[in-house]
C-alpha cells in the first residue's frame, strides 16, 4: 500500500500549531511522489469564522504529516485502539472525551490516565461500585474502579499481591484517586464483622490529609509527600489490617510558603478552633497572626470550612484509638511551631542575635513544650564548637539564628509527622496473617518550575526508577501477547533512562559527589558543581550547563530536560539540627514530648571531624555532662544524608513494585486555572510526555496496536467480501483470504490463534475502504428509489385526473336528481300541512267538550256520595248504640241465672250430704272397710323378715363405711370452706336482687320523663306548623340559588377532583415510601429475629447437656425416693377405687339423672326467657315511639349484662374448684396464682357499657353504685382468699415441723388427695349450681311473664338490665404469656363446629413438622390443591378456637410463626419453597380475614362459610405478623429470582444481537475482551426463565396481585442493570444498537401480555430503556429536536440524558456525533423544565416497591379440604 492510496484528496492530517500544539486540516490535492510541498485547508477553530489555506513544505525528509483517525474511532475507550497512533491522536482523543464527553477516565493500554474535572462527579457512588464489581478490565468504560476491580480480581485468582501506582503532578487528583481507589477496597473487601477494619483505612485519609497536604498554586489540596499504603487480605480476602510507608515530607513548607500558597491544613485547623475553651491553653490566635502561616498571604480556602475540617481529623484520630493524651501532644507540638515562628530575635551591635527570655512567644512556647524558656533562648542564639581539646560556645548572626530557629520547627514537624504515621499504622496492624495485599502509591509526579532545588531532583530521580519499571512492564506485556498467539515479531526497540539513571545513583554519580561533599569540613555548593562539571559534563550525554552561569547544571530526564539551582542541596541533603537544642527537648517536664525526641541519635548535632579520608570526614561522639574533651575511645559512625536515606528507601520501594503485578494511573492537569472541563493542550501534552503515556503508545505503535477476532472481522467488514472468499467454519481462512486482496502488503498484519494483529493505520485503511463500499451501495439504493418514487407519482397523478372525471360527472347526475326530489317533495309536504290544520281545529273542540262534560259529571257524583256517606254514619252509630244495650241486658240476665244456679246446686249438696251421712252409721258399710285385711297384714309380716336381713347386710356396710369416712376428713374440712364462700356468693346474688329492686323505682321517673317528652313534642309540633310556611316561601327562593350555584358547583367539583387527583398521587407515593421503610424495618427485624433464634438454640442445646448432666447425677439421690412413690401410688390408685365406690353407691344414678334433668330444664327456662324480652322488646318499642332507639339501648345493655351474669356464675364454680385444689398447691404456685379480681374480670368497668346512649344522669348513677359495689364484694373475696393463702402456709409450716418424713413427699401426696377430693368436689358443685340455677331461673320466668301480664313491661327490663355486668373471662394462662405476642381477645360464641382438624394439645410442635417443615414443595405437593397447608393450619386453628383455650391457640400460632421462619431461614436461597410459603402465608392471612367474623371480610363468602367463622377468640393483632412474615418472604423470592437473572440481563438486554444484520462496532474496537464467560445468553433464554418463575407462581396458587408486584420488581431489576450498563459502555451508545435494545424490550412486552400482566405497573417499569432507545434514534441537530427530546423522555432524569447524548458514537459513517452545541442545548431546556434535578446518574438497583397483599376470599369450603394420604398424619390429626 503506497503512500499516494492513503494521502488522497480530503484526507484529513494533523498539522503542527503553536497555540493548540495540532490541528486539524485536509488535504486540497493527494500527495503525489517527489512533492517537496502539500497544499492543506486548516479546520476554523471556534474563535474563527473562515478556514486558514496554507502550504506545509516537507523538506528533505519528506515526512507527511500524521494522519487522522476515523471519526467512528474518535472517542476510544483505549488509546491504543486507534488506528493512527501518534501524539495529536492521543491529544485529541483525550480532549473529545474530557470536554465534548465529560469523560475524564481514558485506557491508553494497561495505563489509565484520569483528567481532573475540578468538578464535583456523581460516579463515586456505592451503585458505581457494585456495578464495576466483578467485572472484567475493559468491559465497561474506563473508570479508577475498574483499576482497582482489575487488581482485586488478579489478586484473588492468582494469589499474587498487586500494586496501583499513582502519579502525577501537583494537582492533577493523584490524592482522591488513590482515596477512591481505597474505598472500593474498603467497600469490596469488607469483612461484614464489627472491627471497623475498613472504616479505620478510611480514617487514616483525613488525618494524613491535614498534616502532609497543602494548598498550592496548582491545587487546594496537594500531597506534599508520597506514600504506599499496604492494604492486607486474608484468605477469605477480607481487609484485615493495612501498613502506610511516608517518602520525602516537603519540610520546608513548616517555615516558608510561596505567593498563595499555605502551609500544612493542620495549622489553619487548629487556629480555626482557638476559641473552644478546650484550647484556651494553648494561647492560639488567627493564622494571619503567626509567622509561619501567614508567609504565602493565604489564610483560606474558597468553599472549605477548617473548623469542621478538623472535627473531622478529631473524629479519624479517636477512631484510629489515638488516646486524648496523644491528641493533647499534637497540639501542644503544633501550638509550639506556631508560636516558635513569632519568637522575636533581635540583632546587637555587634552583629550577634539576641533573644529575651521574657519573650511571649518563647515563654509560651517553652510552657507548651515543657522547657525552661532560658536555655531555650540561649541556644536558640548560640552553637557549641567541640575540638580535640577544647569545647566553644559561639554566638550566632541574626541570619544564622533564624535558620537555627527554622530547623528546628521542620525538625519538630518532621517527628511529629513520623509518630502520627506510626501511630496510624499501629492502629491499622493486625495479629492476623497476611495472606495478601494491594498497595497503593500516591507519589509526586515528574516536577519542574522556574527554579529547581533538592526536592525536585529527588522527585524528578524517582520517577525516573518509576518509569523505568513501567517500560519494563509494559514491553513484558506487549511481548507475551505476541508469544500467546503465536504471531512472528521482532523486538521492540523502547527508551531506555537506565544511563540516566546511572548519572544519578552510580559511583562518583549526582548523589555519591554530593555526599562526599558533605562530609568535608569546608564542603559547599560550588565546590559540589565543580566536582560534576569535571566528572560529567564530557563523558554524559545525559548531563549539560550554561555556558554562562556555574551555578546550575542540566539533567536530560526521559520527560524534558531540567535545570537545577545549586543553592541549598548541602544543606538540605545534611538537614542539621543543633543538638543542644534536642536536648532541652529530651529534658522535657512532659514524659511524651521527652520521649519523641529520645528516639534521636546522640550523634545528632555537631559533626566532629576527626579526619579526612576518601569517604569524608568521620564523627566523634563526646560527652554532654562535660564542656571538656573526654579521653578514652571513641566510638565512629557514618551519618545518613537525606539523599542516602530516600535512596535506600526508594530502592525498598523498587523491590515491593517489582515483586508484585504493577497497575498505573496517570493523573492528569488540563489547566493551572482550576477551570471545569477545561482542556489546555500545550499542559496536557507536557504531562503526557513526563508520565509515561505517550511512550506506551509508542510502544504499542512499533508492534501491531489494532487486534480484532476474527469472528468480529467478519461481521464488521462483511461487505467487502465475496461469496467465494467466505469459508464456512473457518472463520481463519476466510479472514486470510479477504486480507490477501485487501492489503498486500503482508508485513501489515499477522493473524494469530484467535485474533488478527494488524499494524498501526490498517484499521483505518480498511475503515476507509468500507465506507467506501458502503457509499456506493447508497448511491445504487438511491438511485433506485428515487426511479420508484418518479414512477409511483406518474402512476398516481393519472389515477388522480381519472377520479376527478367521475366525481365531477356524478355531481351533475346528483343535481339533476336532487331537483326532481325537491319538486316532488314541497307537493307532498302541502298536503301533509293542509290536513294537520283541519285535525287541530277539530281536536280543539273535542277536548273543550270533554273537560265540560267532565266537570258536570264530578259535581254530581260528589253530591250523590255526601248524602249516602251521612246515611252509613247514622247506621253505625244505631248499630253501636243498640248493641250496647242488648249487651246490658244480657249481662244481668247473666247474672241473674248464675245465682239461680248456686241456689240450686247448694240445695243438691246439703241432701247428698244428709243422705251419706245414714249410710255411713250402717254395718255393711264397716265389712266393706275391713275385707281384705287379714291378706295385707301377712303381706307386712313378710316384708317386715326380709327388712331384717337386709339390715344385717347393712350393718357389715356401715363398718366399711366408717373406714372410708376416716379416710375423707380432709374432704369434710374443705367442704366447711366451700360452704364459707357459698355464703359468699347467696350475699352476692342478694346484693344484686337489693341492687334490682333499686333499680324497679327508676320506671316512675322514666314515665315522668316520658311525658315530658310528650309535651315537648306537641310544642314542637305548632312550631313546625309555622315554619311550613316559611319553608315553602323559601323552596322558590331555594330553586332560583341552586340553579345559580350548579354552574359554580360544577366547577368546583371539576376543580376539587383535579386536586384530588393531586392528592391521591401525592399519598400513594407517601404510601409507596412508607411500605418502602416498613419492609426495610421488616427486613431489619428478620435478620434481628434469626440472630434471636440462633442464640436460643443454643442455649436450648446448653440446657440440654446441662439437664442430662444434672440427671445422671440425681438418679442415685433419689433412688429412695422413686420406691416410696411407688407405694403411695399403690395406695392412691386404692382410695380412688374406694371413693369412687361409695359416691358410685351415693348419687351415681340419681345424680346423673337429675343432672341431665336440670340441664335440660335450663336451657328450656333460657329459651323461653330469650323468646319473652324479645317479644317485651319488640311490643315496648312499638308502643314507645320515638323514645324505642332510647329503649333499645338499653335491651342491648340487659343483653349484655345478663350474658355478664352467666360468665360471673361459672367463674364462681370454677372459683369453688380452685379453692378445692388449694390445700394441694406448692407454695410457688400459690404464689403465681391470679387475684381474686383478675378472675372476675378485668372488664368490670364503666366504660364497657355505653351509657351516653341512655342519656339518663339518674340511671348512670344507679350504675356506678352497681359496679362500685361489684368492687367492694371482689376486695373482700380477695381478702378472703389470702386469707385463706395464710393459713394454708401456716397449716405447712405446722406440718414441716411436726412431720417426720420428706416435706416433698409430704406435699405430693397432699397434691393427690386434694386433687381426687376437688373431682368428687366438683361434681356435687355441679349439680348444687345447676340446681339454683334452674330455679333461679324459673323464679325470673314466672316474675317476668307476671310483669308483662300487668303491662310493666319497661320497669322489668330495666330491673333486669341493672341487676347484669359483661365481665370478659381472661385466661389463667394470660399472666404467663410470651411478651411481644399479640393480644389475644374473645368473641361471643357462634354455633357449628364443622371443618376443623382435632389435634391433642402438646402435639403442635410434631403438627407443624409434618405440615411446614417436611413438605416437600416439589413432588408432594404437585398433585395436591393450592394453598393446601394454609387451609390444613387454618382448620387446626379453628379447633383451638373451638376448644376455647388460649394457651392451646398461642403454641399453635407460635408454633406456625416459628415454622415458616424456620424454612425461610432454612431455604431461604431457594425460589421454589420461598414461592411455595409466600403464597400459603398470604392464603392463610386471607383466611384469618375471611373467617373472622368482620363484615367486611365476609361479603363475598357463603352462608357455608360464614358458619365456620372463629367462635371465641379475635385474631386481628396476628395478622401484621403474618404480614411481615409475607413480606420476607417476598423480597427474599425477589432476591432469589434477581440472583438467577442477574448474570443473563446484560448479554441478553444488550450484547447479544437479536436482529441479524445490524452491525454496530463489535467490541474488538476497543482492544479488549468481551465479560461473557463462554455463555452467550439470548433473550429467550431470559423470557424462558422469567416463565419458568411465573408457570411456578401459579401452580403454587400465588394471587395475580402478588404475582403482578413480583414482576414489576423484576422488570425494574431488569431496567435498571440494562441502563446502569448502557450508561457506562460507550459502545452501547449507538442508532443499531438502539434498535436491539427496543426490540428485546418489546420481546418482554410480548410475554407481559401472554401472562396477562401488561397492566401499567409492569409495563411502565420498562419506559426508561423505551426513552434512551429513542433518544439513541432520534434527530439531534435543531431546536426543535432538543424540544422534542426534553418532552420526549420523561422517564431519564436530565443527567441520564446529557450522558446519553455524550456517549453516542457513530459506527458507520453516514451517522453524525452528537455536537457539544446541542448537547448544552438539551441541558439548558431541562434545566428550565424539570425543576427537580435528579443528581443521580445511575438507577438505584437495590430500591424495592412496596408490596401489598389486597383481600382474595377463598371460594373453597373447609370441610371440602382433605388431608391427602401422603402427608402421613392421621396418627396426629383427624377431621371434625
Known amino acids: 500500500m503506497k503512500l499516494t492510496d492513503i494521502y488522497t484528496k480530503e484526507t484529513k492530517v494533523w498539522v503542527p500549531d503553536d497555540a493548540l500544539v495540532w490541528r486539524s486540516a485536509s488535504l486540497v490535492d493527494g500527495y503525489k511522489d517527489n512533492d517537496d510541498v502539500i497544499k492543506i485547508i486548516v479546520e476554523a477553530i471556534e474563535d474563527e469564522q473562515e478556514e486558514e489555506v496554507r502550504v506545509l513544505k516537507l523538506g528533505r525528509s519528506k515526512e507527511l504529516p500524521p494522519l487522522r483517525n476515523p471519526d467512528i474511532l474518535v472517542g476510544e475507550n483505549d488509546l491504543t485502539s486507534l488506528s493512527y497512533l501518534h501524539e495529536p491522536a492521543v491529544l485529541y482523543n483525550l480532549q473529545t472525551r474530557f470536554v465534548e464527553r465529560n469523560a475524564i477516565y481514558t485506557y491508553c493500554g494497561i495505563v489509565l490516565v484520569a483528567i481532573n474535572p475540578y468538578s464535583e462527579l456523581s460516579i463515586y457512588s456505592n451503585d458505581f461500585i457494585q456495578l464495576y464489581s466483578g467485572r472484567n478490565l475493559g468491559e465497561m468504560d474506563p473508570h479508577i474502579f475498574a483499576i482497582a476491580e482489575e487488581a482485586f480480581n488478579q489478586m484473588s485468582r492468582d494469589d499474587k499481591n498487586q500494586s496501583i501506582i499513582v502519579t502525577g503532578e501537583s494537582g492533577a487528583g493523584k490524592t482522591v484517586s488513590a482515596k477512591y481507589t481505597m474505598r472500593y477496597f474498603a467497600t469490596v473487601g469488607g469483612s461484614g464483622d464489627e472491627s471497623t477494619v475498613e472504616q479505620k483505612v478510611l480514617a487514616s485519609n483525613p ?134 515562628g513569632n519568637i522575636d530575635i533581635e540583632e546587637n551591635g555587634n552583629g550577634n542575635s539576641h533573644c529575651s527570655d521574657n519573650d ?520 253501636h248504640v243498640r248493641g250496647w244495650l242488648e249487651r246490658l241486658e244480657f249481662a244481668r240476665i247473666m247474672r241473674l241465672m248464675v245465682y239461680l244456679q248456686c241456689c240450686v246446686r247448694r240445695w243438691l249438696a246439703k241432701k247428698q250430704l244428709k243422705r251419706l251421712k245414714i249410710e255411713a252409721r250402717s254395718v255393711s258399710h264397716f265389712k266393706k272397710l275391713n275385707l281384705g285385711m287379714e291378706n295385707k297384714i301377712m303381706d307386712l309380716q313378710r316384708k317386715i323378715d326380709v327388712i331384717t336381713n337386709e339390715n344385717r347386710i347393712l350393718a357389715t356396710k356401715t363398718l366399711k363405711v366408717e373406714a372410708l369416712q376416716l379416710q375423707l376428713v380432709d374432704v369434710e374440712k374443705n367442704k366447711v ?243 378445692a385444689k388449694q390445700p394441694g398447691m406448692s407454695e410457688t404456685k400459690t404464689c403465681s396464682t391470679m387475684t381474686g379480681s383478675e378472675l372476675l374480670g378485668s372488664r368490670n368497668r364503666m366504660e364497657d357499657i355505653n351509657l351516653d346512649k341512655l342519656d339518663k344522669s339518674d340511671l348512670k348513677a344507679v350504675l356506678i353504685k352497681v359496679y362500685d359495689h361489684n368492687r367492694m364484694l371482689e376486695s373482700e373475696l380477695e381478702a378472703e382468699r389470702k386469707n385463706h393463702e395464710i393459713e394454708i402456709l401456716d397449716l405447712r409450716s405446722a406440718s414441716k415441723q411436726n412431720g417426720g418424713y420428706d416435706v416433698t413427699m409430704e406435699e405430693n401426696i397432699q397434691q ?71 393480644i389475644l381477645r374473645h368473641k361471643e360464641s357462634t354455633d357449628g363446629a364443622l371443618g376443623m382438624l382435632q389435634y391433642k394439645a402438646g402435639d403442635e410442635s410434631k403438627v407443624i413438622q409434618t405440615i411446614i417443615l417436611d413438605f416437600k414443595p416439589r413432588g408432594v405437593a404437585v398433585n395436591m390443591i393450592p394453598g393446601l397447608p394454609a387451609y390444613l393450619l387454618f382448620k387446626l386453628l379453628r379447633f383451638a378456637d373451638y376448644s376455647n383455650d388460649d394457651k392451646m391457640i398461642k403454641q399453635l400460632l407460635q408454633q406456625i410463626i416459628n415454622g415458616i421462619k424456620r424454612v425461610e431461614k432454612k431455604h431461604d436461597k431457594e425460589f421454589e419453597f420461598m414461592s411455595f410459603w409466600l403464597s400459603n402465608t398470604c392464603r392463610f392471612l386471607h383466611n384469618m380475614k375471611q373467617y373472622s367474623g368482620e363484615d367486611e371480610y365476609m361479603k363475598e363468602s357463603t352462608e357455608h362459610q360464614r358458619r365456620h367463622c372463629l367462635r371465641n377468640f379475635d385474631l386481628a393483632e396476628y395478622r401484621p405478623v403474618f404480614s411481615d412474615i409475607a413480606i420476607s418472604l417476598f423480597q427474599k423470592l425477589i432476591l432469589n429470582m434477581v440472583r438467577s437473572i442477574k448474570q443473563m440481563i446484560v448479554p441478553a438486554m444488550l450484547e447479544h444481537d437479536t436482529i441479524q444484520g445490524l452491525s454496530s462496532k463489535p467490541a474488538g474496537m476497543r482492544g479488549r475482551s468481551m465479560s461473557k464467560d463462554g455463555v452467550d445468553y439470548t433473550v429467550e433464554a431470559l423470557l424462558k426463565q422469567l416463565s419458568s418463575f411465573h408457570s411456578m407462581m401459579i401452580q403454587h396458587g400465588t394471587e395475580q396481585a402478588i404475582i403482578r408486584q413480583i414482576f414489576r420488581q423484576i422488570f425494574y431489576c431488569i431496567t435498571s442493570q440494562t441502563l446502569n450498563n448502557q450508561l457506562v459502555r460507550k459502545e452501547l451508545c449507538n442508532w443499531s444498537k438502539a434498535m436491539q435494545i427496543r426490540y428485546n424490550v418489546s420481546q418482554l412486552e410480548e410475554w407481559l401480555r401472554k401472562t396477562n400482566l401488561s397492566d401499567g405497573v409492569v409495563r411502565d417499569t420498562l419506559e426508561p430503556l423505551v426513552h434512551a432507545s429513542q433518544l439513541l434514534q432520534v434527530k439531534k441537530q435543531s431546536d426543535s429536536d432538543a424540544e422534542e427530546i426534553c418532552s420526549m423522555c ?87
Open 207 to 340: 488525618i494524613m490529609e491535614a498534616i502532609g497536604n497543602a494548598k498550592t498554586t496548582r491545587n487546594d489540596n496537594s500531597s506534599r509527600f508520597g506514600k504506599y499504603i499496604q492494604i492486607g487480605f486474608n484468605k477469605r480476602y477480607h481487609i484485615i489490617g493495612a501498613h502506610m510507608r511516608t517518602y520525602l515530607l516537603e519540610k520546608s513548607r513548616v517555615i516558608s510558603q510561596g505567593m498563595d500558597e499555605r502551609n500544612y491544613h493542620i495549622f489553619y485547623q487548629l487556629c480555626a478552633c482557638a476559641d473552644l475553651p478546650q484550647f484556651k491553653p494553648l494561647k492560639l490566635m488567627s493564622a494571619r497572626d503567626f509567622e509561619y502561616t501567614r508567609n504565602g498571604d493565604c489564610t483560606e480556602i474558597e468553599g472549605v470550612n477548617d473548623e469542621n475540617e478538623f472535627k473531622e481529623t478529631i473524629h479519624a484520630f479517636t477512631l484510629l484509638g489515638v488516646s486524648s493524651k496523644h491528641q493533647s501532644l499534637v497540639f501542644r507540638l503544633l501550638s509550639a511551631i506556631l508560636h516558635m
Open 360 to 879: 511571649e512567644h518563647l515563654v509560651t512556647m517553652c510552657g507548651l513544650l515543657g522547657v525552661e524558656p532560658k536555655q531555650m533562648a540561649q541556644w536558640l542564639c548560640h552553637k557549641k564548637l567541640t575540638t580535640m581539646a577544647e569545647v566553644l560556645i559561639t554566638p550566632l548572626t541574626h541570619d544564622q539564628a533564624l535558620v537555627s530557629r527554622d530547623a528546628l520547627a521542620k525538625h519538630m514537624y518532621s517527628k511529629l509527622f513520623d509518630w502520627i504515621v506510626r501511630k496510624v499504622n499501629a492502629a491499622l496492624s493486625t495479629t492476623a496473617k497476611q495472606h495478601s495485599f494491594v498497595g497503593v502509591l500516591d507519589i509526586y509526579g515528574f516536577e519542574t518550575f522556574e527554579s529547581n532545588s533538592f526536592e525536585q531532583f529527588c522527585i524528578n530521580y524517582a520517577n525516573e526508577k518509576l518509569q523505568q519499571q513501567f517500560c519494563q512492564h509494559v514491553f513484558k506485556l506487549e511481548q507475551e501477547e505476541y508469544v500467546r498467539e503465536e504471531i512472528e515479531w521482532k523486538f521492540i526497540d523502547y527508551y531506555d533512562n537506565q544511563p540516566c539513571i546511572a548519572l544519578i545513583e552510580n559511583k562518583l554519580g549526582i548523589l555519591d559527589l554530593l555526599n562526599d561533599e558533605c562530609r568535608m569540613p569546608k564542603g559547599n555548593d560550588q565546590s559540589w558543581v565543580d566536582k560534576l562539571y569535571a566528572r560529567h559534563l564530557k563523558t554524559s550525554k545525559h548531563f549539560d550547563k550554561i555556558k554562562i552561569s556555574n551555578t546550575s547544571f542540566f539533567i536530560t530526564h526521559f520527560a524534558d530536560k531540567v535545570r537545577y539551582e545549586i543553592e541549598g542541596f548541602l544543606e538540605k541533603n545534611k538537614d542539621t539540627v543543633q543538638e543542644e537544642q534536642l536536648n532541652i527537648l529530651k529534658a522535657s517536664q512532659f514524659e511524651l514530648i521527652g520521649e519523641l525526641f529520645a528516639e534521636e541519635s546522640l550523634d545528632r548535632g555537631v559533626e566532629v571531624m576527626a579526619g579526612v579520608g576518601k569517604r569524608g570526614a568521620t564523627k566523634v561522639k563526646l560527652s554532654h555532662a562535660s564542656s571538656k574533651p573526654t579521653t578514652g575511645h571513641k566510638k565512629k559512625e557514618t551519618k545518613k544524608t537525606v539523599a542516602n536515606q530516600f535512596q535506600e528507601s526508594l530502592a525498598q520501594l523498587m523491590g515491593i513494585l517489582n515483586s508484585t503485578t504493577p497497575h498505573y494511573v496517570r493523573c492528569i492537569k488540563p489547566n493551572d486555572y482550576k477551570l471545569s472541563f477545561t482542556f489546555e493542550a500545550k499542559r496536557a501534552v507536557q504531562q503526557l510526555r513526563a508520565c509515561g503515556v505517550l511512550e506506551t503508545v509508542r510502544i504499542s505503535a512499533a508492534g501491531y496496536p489494532s487486534r480484532w477476532s476474527y469472528t468480529e472481522f467478519i461481521a464488521r467488514y462483511r461487505v467487502l467480501m465475496t461469496t467465494k472468499d467466505i469459508v464456512k467454519k473457518d472463520p481463519r481462512k476466510t479472514c486470510e483470504k479477504v486480507l490477501k486482496t485487501l492489503i498486500p502488503e503482508e508485513d501489515k498484519y499477522q493473524p494469530g490463534k484467535n485474533k488478527i494483529f494488524f499494524r498501526a493505520g490498517q484499521v483505518a485503511y480498511l475503515e476507509k475502504l468500507r465506507a467506501n463500499k458502503l457509499r456506493a451501495c447508497a448511491v445504487i439504493i438511491q438511485k433506485n428509489i428515487r426511479m420508484w418514487l418518479q414512477c409511483k407519482r406518474y402512476m398516481k397523478m393519472k389515477q388522480s385526473a381519472i377520479i376527478v372525471q367521475r366525481y365531477v360527472r356524478g355531481h351533475q347526475a346528483r343535481c339533476l336528481a336532487s331537483y326532481l326530489r325537491r319538486t316532488k317533495a314541497a307537493t307532498i309536504v302541502q298536503t301533509r300541512w293542509r290536513g294537520y290544520t283541519a285535525r287541530a281545529r277539530y281536536l280543539q273542540v273535542l277536548h273543550a267538550t270533554v273537560k265540560v262534560q267532565a266537570y258536570t259529571r264530578g259535581m254530581l257524583a260528589r253530591k250523590m256520595y255526601l248524602s249516602m256517606l251521612v246515611n252509613a254514619k247514622a247506621i253505625i252509630i244505631q248499630k
Open 977 to 1219: 370452706l366451700v360452704e364459707k364462700y357459698r355464703g359468699k356468693s347467696d350475699q352476692l346474688e342478694h346484693d344484686l336482687a337489693h341492687v334490682r329492686h333499686m333499680m324497679e323505682g327508676s320506671s316512675h321517673e322514666l314515665k315522668l320523663t316520658k311525658e315530658s317528652f310528650e309535651r315537648e313534642r306537641d310544642d314542637k309540633d305548632k312550631l313546625i306548623a309555622e315554619l311550613h310556611a316559611e319553608v315553602l316561601r323559601l323552596k322558590t327562593r331555594n330553586m332560583e340559588v341552586l340553579s345559580e350555584s350548579a354552574v359554580k358547583e360544577n366547577e368546583i367539583r371539576e376543580s376539587c377532583e383535579s386536586e384530588a387527583k393531586v392528592r391521591l398521587n401525592e399519598l400513594q407515593v407517601a404510601l409507596d415510601d412508607e411500605r418502602a421503610q416498613h419492609q426495610s424495618r421488616i427486613k431489619d427485624y428478620n435478620r434481628i429475629e434469626q440472630r434471636y433464634e440462633n442464640i436460643k438454640d443454643e442455649l436450648e442445646v446448653t440446657r440440654a447437656r446441662g439437664d442430662e448432666h444434672e440427671s445422671s447425677n440425681g438418679t442415685l439421690e433419689h433412688s429412695e425416693l422413686l420406691d416410696r412413690i411407688e407405694e403411695l401410688n399403690h395406695e392412691k390408685s386404692e382410695l380412688e377405687s374406694r371413693i369412687a365406690g361409695k359416691l358410685n353407691g351415693e348419687f351415681e344414678y340419681e345424680g346423673q339423672i337429675k343432672l341431665r334433668q336440670a340441664m335440660e330444664e335450663n336451657e328450656t327456662v333460657k329459651n323461653e326467657i330469650s323468646k319473652l324480652r324479645k317479644s317485651i322488646a319488640n311490643t315496648a318499642a312499638e308502643s314507645m315511639g320515638e323514645d324505642s332507639d332510647v329503649f333499645k339501648a338499653m335491651y342491648e345493655q340487659m343483653e349484655a349484662m345478663q350474658d355478664e351474669l352467666d360468665v360471673r356464675r361459672s367463674e364462681v364454680i370454677q372459683l369453688k374448684s380452685f379453692v
Open 1312 to 1382: 393427690e388427695l386434694s386433687r381426687l377430693s376437688s373431682e368428687n368436689y366438683n361434681l356435687l358443685t355441679k349439680v348444687e349450681s345447676l340446681d339454683k340455677m334452674n330455679k333461679k331461673l324459673k323464679r325470673q320466668l314466672k316474675l317476668y311473664s307476671r310483669k308483662l301480664h300487668d303491662g310493666s313491661t319497661r320497669s322489668s327490663l330495666i330491673s333486669s338490665d341493672s341487676s347484669l355486668s359483661v365481665p370478659s373471662r381472661p385466661s389463667e394462662d394470660d399472666t404467663g404469656s410470651i411478651q411481644g405476642h399479640p
Open 1690 to 1776: 420523561t422517564a431519564l432524569n436530565p443527567q441520564q440524558i446529557v450522558k446519553l447524548l455524550q456517549m453516542i458514537t457513530p459506527t458507520n459513517d453516514y451517522e453524525e456525533r452528537v455536537s457539544v452545541k446541542f448537547i448544552k442545548l438539551v441541558q439548558s431546556k431541562l434545566l428550565v423544565k424539570r425543576s427537580t434535578h435528579d443528581d443521580s446518574l445511575l438507577v438505584d438497583g437495590s430500591f424495592m416497591f412496596g408490596v401489598t397483599f389486597p383481600y382474595s376470599p377463598s371460594q373453597l369450603d373447609l370441610d371440602q379440604i382433605v388431608i391427602p394420604a401422603d402427608l402421613r398424619c392421621s396418627s396426629l390429626i383427624k377431621a371434625v
